[in-house]
């Protein structure tokens, strides 16, 4: 089967491509596959657009979990005199910074801490749309979803409708790693399966409900792997066109035990490829983020010319992937900068992609 290349580009146009034909992609030369990525960008996008970004802060209500991925370095189990939940005057004061800079979305995920049951979740979220109207709760991933139904003992339809009614806006797509079970039971194999967390998600749509769609790759997972979670996401997106974005990111390594068994990560160029792959198979997802949090402000930008037209949030705070070892600090000046370097606008948008203020590029950038 031929591979997909320059020459033959309207085979992104007419057909979409197959497993078997995404997996060649790996062995395009990597600046083709910058082109053919970019190209499937500009539909959507054109150069004319401005690359976006959102003011957000990621915060942990609770670092107690019973998951015991092996991948965290982030949480502990419950009885552990490191775990904690946040009190929700610390949650409090840390949104109110965030509203103070011009933010307009909490990112707010947790640990699965058997404590906290489905009325935990609506006294915060109540408490924080009294006190912040104007935030969007971007909150709970489809495992903490799935860990709040078996502690609450309620099915997922009846949480999600609660948490909805208590203010949640939208689910990150956390959780999702590798969407095939070999993988998962490696990496958590007391987390939910493939099956349970694109079920949640397919409820969580159906309920009305957009959430992203994420991929942390590069640990013990094979090309082929890679591009059966990208077949599942894209399955689902075409049945319910629930997913705003797709966000992908390599595994980092440090203090945790998987870390100590994986002798070679995903590098910047194996980052590119996946990104610019993932954006040629997955044609009916509109948004790319660039993972700059992983790869550093330089990667992050070179993504925007591998298929990303999102570079993400600016992470007021971040714990989990810094736990692990990877600690990119970057100013929203940065962010903008970077941008405008690759001969963009820039533009803060919302959690739903829409616009919000435009940075035109200026003369020094």
Excluded at 58 to 64: A, E, G, K
Excluded at 241 to 254: D, L, P, R, V
Excluded at 296 to 309: M, P
Aim: proline residues 2%.
């Amino acid at each position: 089967m031929q591979v997909l290349t320059k020459l033959n580009l309207d085979k992104l146009s007419n057909k979409r491509i197959t497993k078997e034909e995404a997996i060649k992609l790996y062995d395009v030369d990597i600046i083709e596959l910058g082109e053919l990525a970019n190209s499937v960008r500009q539909k959507l996008h054109v150069d004319s657009k401005p690359v976006t970004f959102i003011i957000d802060r990621n915060i942990n209500y609770t670092n107690v979990c019973t998951a015991s991925c092996r991948f965290c370095a982030f949480a502990f189990w419950p009885g552990d005199k490191r775990g904690y939940i946040n009190s929700y005057e610390v949650i409090y004061n840390k949104v109110k910074e965030l509203i103070n800079l011009g933010g307009t979305q909490l990112l707010l995920q947790g640990g699965h801490n058997p404590e906290l049951k489905i009325e935990y979740y609506i006294d915060l979220f109540t408490a924080l749309k009294k006190d912040f109207p104007g935030i969007t709760l971007h909150a709970l991933s489809p495992s903490e979803v799935d860990h709040i139904c078996n502690v609450s003992n309620m099915t997922t339809e009846d949480v999600i409708k609660k948490l909805i009614n208590a203010g949640l806006n939208s689910i990150p797509g956390g959780g999702a790693e590798i969407l095939v079970d070999r993988v998962r039971n490696i990496l958590s194999p007391l987390k939910i399966k493939s099956d349970r967390w694109l079920e949640v998600m397919e409820t969580a749509h159906r309920l009305g409900l957009k959430t992203t769609a994420t991929m942390m790759f590069g640990h013990v997972e094979t090309l082929e792997e890679r591009i059966e979670h990208m077949d599942k996401i894209r399955e689902l997106q075409d049945k319910t066109q629930g997913f705003t974005a797709f966000i992908s990111w390599n595994f980092q390594k440090e203090n945790n035990p998987l870390g100590k068994e994986v002798e070679k990560t995903a590098s910047s160029l194996d980052y590119l490829k996946t990104l610019a792959i993932s954006r040629i198979y997955l044609d009916n997802i509109i948004n790319f983020q660039s993972s700059w949090v992983t790869q550093g402000i330089d990667i992050g930008q070179v993504a925007l010319a591998f298929g990303a037209n999102d570079m993400g949030g600016t992470m007021l705070e971040e714990n989990v992937v810094s736990a692990a070892g990877k600690l990119c600090k970057v100013s929203l000046e940065d962010i903008i900068h970077a941008i405008h370097k690759t001969g963009k606008d820039a533009a803060q948008r919302d959690t739903q992609y829409n616009i919000i203020k435009v940075i035109p590029m200026k003369l020094k950038d």
